[in-house]
Structure formats: C-alpha cells, structure tokens
C-alpha cells in the first residue's frame, strides 16, 4: 500500500464559524484571522494506492459552480486535484474508487463536473465507485433547514444516477472494522448524520483521515467545535473518545482542512490530549 496527499485547493472560511463559541482571543493563537476575520483552510485529499484499487478520499469543491458561489470562500493557491495526481503519475481515469466522508459541497464537490458542452453534469471519476453510506445519503437527500446550503443536489445526484454509486455497511456502533474497501470507518454523527473516518493501517502504524471531526490542529481541545456541526455536544463526546484512542495508540491523524499542519500526533497532558508533533505528509507517507 502507498499513500498520497493529494491537494484540492485552498479557500478561506470565518473564524467564527469555524470555532462556534470559542472566543477569538483563543482560536487566534493557533488560527490566525486576517482582516476580514477569515482563517485559511485546506481541501488535503488522500489518495490510497492498494493493489489493483486507487482509492481517493474526499475531493473538494470542484470547480462547476459560479463565480458568484466561489467569491465567498477567497479561493487562494493554484493546487488542483489534477495537479496533484499527475505529481504521482496518475490521472482521473486510474481512480476506481471515491470515499466521501460526507457529502457536504467542500467534501465532494470535486466528484461531479460538466460534460465538454456544460449542458450536462457527470461523475468526475468516470472509472470510479462512489462510497457513501445509506443513512448519511438518506440525511443529505433530504437535507435538514440547517444543512440545506451544504447539501447541492448537483454534487449529489448525478453520482446515483450513473449507476456508480455504493454504500458501506454500517456499524452497530461507532467503529466499522475492515470495511468493503479494506480500511476500519469510524462513524460519527455531530458534525452531520454518519460521517465516515478512514483509519488505515500503513507502514506499522496507523494514519487516520479526520475530515471534519478535527477540521485543524487548532480544534484540538475538546470544546472547540465548529459553528456548523448540527449536535456540537455530540461532536465534543465524539472528539473526547476519538484523541482518547488517537493519544493511547500514537495514531498519525491526517488533517484536511489545516492548511500550515498536514498530519499531527496527539497526547494526555494534565488539560486533556493536547497537540504532541507536527509532520509535513512526506514525513510520514
């Protein structure tokens, strides 16, 4: 097996929002604002090369919506999904499978274009499997007032109607061992119904790809959750179980959305699991 990190593109999203009721005075320290209060955020895919499988974790927003949908997320940097899979050889068509985390704009944006003439969208990844799972699928496709804005049906529904959309089982509780595509799935519920945490075994260790349930190495502390999650005390217990193991085991936690920290370790410190080591991907991949 080898892993690859591959970079989406970078945007900016508010402060505020990003750390819900934690004073600016905190988060500032690790996520500095600029003036207009908007902190630097990632879309760090990853890409699993495991036999004949080239799996590919998340995909970003993508590139179909209007200028109008870009000028609010002060896109910045010139890295692309096409950029980085060419760095390592590959091509759109090679993938065979898409995860999505979740199918929130910024998590699977990237898994649907428009065709040459624009008149029609389809799968990004025409050789590729889309993963979801069936209750989170359900939670999007009839999205809730709070999550209606995240939830594009043009990100969505043109993966199930070319036929090339799947589903992982589900857990009777939060961990999924050894699922359909070979890695354990930690399912958590906060931040939106059944997001999907990849835990992968690699090289003897353990690389996990955090998504939204660690946006930055700035979430870290426990009450330290994001303005959009739906259920933030869920995301707090969540969080708590998750560093709990990540800091027992010495789990490398792969960071999508901290733009300066790319893959950190945790430990148990007298204020709870606190920030342990940062590593750039090459490090550790």
């Not at 050889?89 to 704009?105: A, C, E, P």
């Not at 944006?109 to 040459?116: A, P, R």
């Not at 349930?213 to 979430?219: K, Q, S, V």
Request: one cysteine or more.
């Amino acid at each position: 097996m080898k892993l690859y990190p591959i970079e989406a593109g970078n945007f900016k999203l508010d402060g505020g929002a990003m750390f819900g009721v934690v004073p600016k005075m905190l988060w500032q320290k690790t996520n500095p604002a600029d003036s207009n209060n908007m902190i630097d955020i990632a879309a760090r895919c990853l890409l699993i090369e495991d036999g004949n499988k080239l799996i590919l974790v998340d995909t970003g927003m993508g590139n179909k919506q209007s200028d109008k949908f870009f000028g609010y997320y002060y896109q910045w940097g010139d890295d692309s999904i096409d950029k980085s899979l060419a760095k390592y050889g590959f091509n759109r068509d090679d993938i065979t499978d898409v995860f999505m985390t979740h199918l929130h704009f910024d998590h699977c944006g990237g898994s649907v274009q428009w065709n040459k003439d624009k008149t029609i969208l389809e799968p990004a990844f025409k050789n590729a499997h889309f993963w979801s799972n069936q209750d989170h699928w359900n939670w999007a496709t009839k999205p809730n007032r709070r999550e209606v804005a995240s939830f594009l049906k043009e990100n969505i529904l043109p993966m199930e109607e070319s036929g090339q959309l799947k589903f992982t089982s589900l857990p009777d509780s939060h961990f999924l061992e050894n699922s359909e595509l070979g890695f354990d799935i930690f399912f958590a519920n906060g931040h939106t119904d059944k997001q999907m945490i990849p835990i992968i075994k690699y090289k003897g260790n353990t690389v996990c790809f955090m998504a939204d349930l660690l946006p930055t190495a700035g979430h870290i502390p426990l009450p330290f959750v994001m303005g959009y999650d739906t259920r933030p005390l869920l995301t707090l217990n969540e969080k708590e179980l998750f560093l709990n193991i990540a800091a027992d085991n010495n789990y490398y936690l792969f960071l999508e959305h901290d733009a300066h920290n790319q893959i950190i370790t945790v430990k148990h410190t007298e204020k709870g699991v606190r920030l342990n080591q940062v590593f750039n991907c090459e490090d550790i991949l």
